[in-house]
Structures are given as structure tokens and as C-alpha cells.
């Protein structure tokens, strides 16, 4: 199955096995390098991500599936 980042609402669960980061400082610097712009809500396992702008889906897509 094909997973690209949306303009969406992820909860930190399906952020952390889409970048394979569990903590969220970890996730959070591995957006801001991809160039991605996202609010996060809340604390610990109950963090909302908002993603606002993925510049470059193609680029986030072969990081996170293809390596």
C-alpha cells in the first residue's frame, strides 16, 4: 500500500510509523528537514500533527517508503 503525506490531521501513532521516529522532538525534526510545514497539538501519545504544506510529496514519500 502506497502512503503519501496529506493535508490532514495525524495522530503521533501513524506519524511514528510513517517516519519511524517514536519520540516527538524526533518527529518533529525530521519534518522540519523534509521541509514540511505542520502545527502539533497536544502531549505525548495524545499529539495531533497538522500538516499545512508538504512542499515536495514525491521526495517525502521515496524517504519514508523507498529507505
Known sequence: KIVMLEIKDYTKPE???MFGTRNLQGLRRKMERYGIIFDVNGR???AVFT????PDPFKIYCLTEIL
Open 15 to 17: 506519524m511514528t510509523a
Open 44 to 46: 505525548g501519545e495524545n
Open 51 to 54: 500538516i499545512k504544506e508538504v
